[in-house]
């Protein structure tokens, strides 16, 4: 069985400021990295992910997380925030199962972006 | 293209009701999920879907029920509403394999008073 581990629960950060959201994983076997954010009153939407191959992607917005298997982490990171990025981030890992790909994810970590 | 639909959008029960959860997605996906997201809890899988006729238990099962008759559809019933089935219910669904993000629903906001 995987678990995640998101330590925190709410991060408060200027507009223009750098951010890190932490995510640690555990699995006994090889597994899928992803990261969705949840805007107030929406479904989660798909972030970014990681399969294999590179450590470090890149979502369409300037996000970005690095897989790093010694550490066991998948960091998330935006260099500058702006404004609506305020949301709520889960990370979420997949592994082979008995049947389907079922997420498991973390409690989640409330981005609070202010002036 | 609709994606995940989720219907009601909100919906309070009395103890002891039953209703149900409707999901339908249009992507011609093989795999479907539904979660409660409760508070400092991030998302908890009820019951998943690989594939029409095959159902299988989550991580909090008890309470609630699934069938998958079609690929698009795929409810979730409310056998006996209990407060502690207060949550927010997302319906999810992805192709097969490791490979594939989900694509979620709007979500259902329940209340059981």
């Known amino acids: 069985a995987q678990s995640v581990t998101q330590l925190d629960s709410q991060v408060p950060v200027f507009e223009e400021a750098p951010v890190e959201l932490r995510c640690n994983y555990s699995s006994s076997v090889s597994v899928y990295l992803f990261w969705y954010v949840q805007y107030p009153n929406q479904g989660l939407q798909l972030l970014l992910k990681?399969?294999?191959?590179?450590?470090l992607v890149e979502s369409i917005n300037g996000f970005e997380a690095e897989f790093n298997k010694s550490q066991t982490s998948f960091h998330l990171r935006k260099p500058s925030v702006h404004i609506s990025d305020t949301a709520e981030y889960f990370c979420a890992v997949s592994a082979p199962t008995g049947g389907g790909n079922k997420l498991t994810f973390g409690t989640g970590t409330q981005l609070k972006v202010e002036l | 293209n609709a994606g995940v639909t989720q219907t009601p959008k909100f919906q309070v029960l009395k103890t002891g009701q039953s209703m149900t959860l409707q999901c339908a997605q249009d992507?011609?996906?093989?795999?479907m999920s539904w979660y409660r997201q409760d508070p400092g809890m991030g998302l908890r899988l009820i019951h998943y879907s690989v594939g029409a006729g095959i159902t299988d238990q989550g991580e909090v099962p008890n309470g609630y029920n699934v069938s998958r008759s079609t690929t698009e559809d795929f409810p979730l019933r409310l056998l006996s509403a209990a407060p502690s089935q207060t949550s927010v219910y997302f319906c999810a669904s992805t192709r097969a394999g490791l490979n594939y993000g989900y694509t979620f629903g709007s979500g259902t906001r329940l209340t059981v008073v």
């Open positions: 990681y399969l294999s191959g590179s450590t």
């Open positions: 992507m011609n996906h093989e795999y």
